[in-house]
C-alpha cells in the first residue's frame, strides 16, 4: 500500500494545472521515438545512394555500397524498438498474418517488408552477385559458405548475366526511390493523422518527416564514410565530402523551410490549442526544440555548410567540421522525433495541464534497451562491411 502511495505521489508531482488521470503517464516513449528515427536513417541512406546509381553524380560512388548497406542493417532493427515496446511482443508477427487495411500500423508491415525484401536486399544481390561467386573460389572457412549461400546457386558471370544484373539492379533502385518516399512518409502519416493531438494533425507532417530522413541519413552517410576510411587507414576524399555536404546543405534548406511553415501556419490560424502549445514550446520543449533541434541541429550545420559552398578552407579543417556537423544533424534530428513523440503527449487534450517524462535507465522502455538498438545496427553494418567489403569489388 505504502508503495501505491509513493508511486500516486511520484506521478501526481508531475502533474502541472489540470490533466485527465489517464494523460498523466506518456504511452509512447523513448522506444516510440527511436522507431521513426531509425526509420528515416533507412530512407535517407538509400536515397543517397541513388543520386549516384540514377542521377549519375559520379563523385559519390565511393559512398555507394556504404550507404546501401547502411540501409540494410539499419532497416533489420528499424521496427525493433515497437516490438520491444509490446506488452506481448511475442506476437508481433499477427500484424503480417492478419492483415488490416483499415490499421495504419498494418499497411506499414507490408510496406515495410517490400522494402527490405523487394528492394533493398535484391538491389545489394545484383549488386555483388558476380563479386560473391568470384571471392567464393578464393575465400577460405565460414566465408567460403556464407558467399555461396549468398549466391543462390546463380554462379553465371558471363558479360551477359553480369550486364543483366546492373539493368536489373538500376530498375530495383528507380523502384526504390518512390519506395523510400512511402516507407518514412508513412510514418509522418500516422502521426499526422491523429486529429485528436493538436501538436500531430497537420497536412505538412509525413513531407517533414520524409526531408528530415533525408537529412538525417545523408548525415549518416558521412559520418559511417569518414570512419571507415580512418579505421581502414585509408585517405578521405575532400570531394566526396564536399559534395556530401552540398546535398546535405540542400535538404537542410527545404527541411527547415517545411518546419517553419508549418509552425507560421500553427501561428496564423491560432486555434484553440495555440495557447498550449506555445506554452510547450516555450517550456518544456525549450532546450530539445530551440537549441539542440533548430539551433545545433539545422542552423548552425545550415550556415556553415552554405559557407563552404562559397569559401572553402583547407582540406583538414572540412575534414573535421564534417564530421561534427554529421553528429549534430543527427543528434538534431533525433531530438526532432523527440519533440513530436513525447511533445505531443505532454499536454492534456483538456488544453489545461502538462505532464512530464523522465527516461528510466533500466526496463522494457529505458535508456539501456534503447541503446542496445543503437548498438546493434553498427554491429550488422560490421559484419557486413566484413562480408561484403565494397572496397573489394571488382571495378568495371
Known sequence: ???????????LSQVEGYIYPNEIDLQWSLLIVQYPYLTGLVAGAFILASLERVFNVKALKPTYEIALLTALSFLLVATMPLVSHLGQPQRSYE?????????????????YLWYLMVVLLLEIWFDYRRDMVIWARDAVGLKKWLYKILTLGVNDISPKTVKWDKKLGYFITVVGIPSAFLLHGYVGFIFGS????PWWSSVLMPVIFLFSAMVSGIALVLFVYMVVTYVRRQEIDINVLDTIGKFLFYILILDFTLEALDQIHRIYEAEESFEIISLL????LYITLFIIQVLLGTLIPMVVLGTFQLYKP???????TYFVLSILVLVG???????????GQLFSKS???FTSYKTI???????LMATVWVIIPFSILAFLLWLLPPWKKIQD
Open 1 to 11: 500500500m505504502e508503495q501505491h502511495f509513493q508511486h500516486l505521489y511520484e506521478m
Open 95 to 111: 500484424v503480417m498474418i492478419t492483415p488490416n487495411p483499415t490499421s495504419a500500423m498494418a499497411i506499414f508491415g507490408f510496406i
Open 194 to 197: 491523429v486529429k485528436a493531438n
Open 281 to 284: 514550446v516555450s517550456g518544456k
Open 314 to 320: 583547407s582540406e583538414k579543417i572540412r575534414q573535421v
Open 333 to 343: 534530428i533525433f531530438f526532432m522525433r523527440w519533440n513530436v513523440v513525447i511533445g
Open 351 to 353: 488544453f489545461y495541464g
Open 361 to 367: 535507465m533500466i526496463g522494457s522502455e529505458g535508456l
